[in-house]
């Protein structure tokens, strides 16, 4: 079972993590996994300060992070996303049809929010 919220852990720093458990180091690949999901849902509110204006800067990355990410971002009207991946591990072609078939399930899921994802595949 997957325990959401706190964690008795949670603020232990990641580079802790890795030196406690020693994993076998395999340079090509993140230590101890390869993908991660990010939802997003926290209101966003505009910073302001008196007379001074401030706005987000993009920060394109060169390279991911890890194998595959998909990122989720929730507005008050829509759901958005993002996907970054290794170019050495996927084609586009091949994330596209990750992309489509994800969103044929919240589709599905909203349809039939009662249904088990199983039951949706």
């Known amino acids: ?23 076998q180091r395999d340079l090509s ?3 101890l996994f390869q993908v991660i999901f990010t ?19 993009p920060c394109p990355r060169r390279s991911a992070a890890f194998d595959l990410s998909w990122h989720a971002f ?4 829509e759901l958005q996303g993002m996907v970054e991946y290794a170019t050495e591990l996927f084609d586009a072609a091949t994330i596209e049809r990750l992309v ?9 899921v909203g349809r039939d929010a009662q249904k088990r994802i199983s039951q949706l595949l």
Do not use: I
């Open 1 to 23: 079972m997957w325990h959401w919220g706190h964690t008795p852990h949670q603020e232990l720093p990641f580079e802790k993590l890795v030196a406690e458990l020693q994993p």
């Open 74 to 77: 929730e507005t008050p009207d």
């Open 39 to 57: 939802w997003q849902n926290t209101p966003h509110e505009q910073l302001g300060l008196p007379g001074l204006q401030v706005s987000g800067w």
């Open 100 to 108: 489509e078939s994800f969103q044929c399930l919240l589709t599905a």
């Open 29 to 31: 690949r993140q230590p």
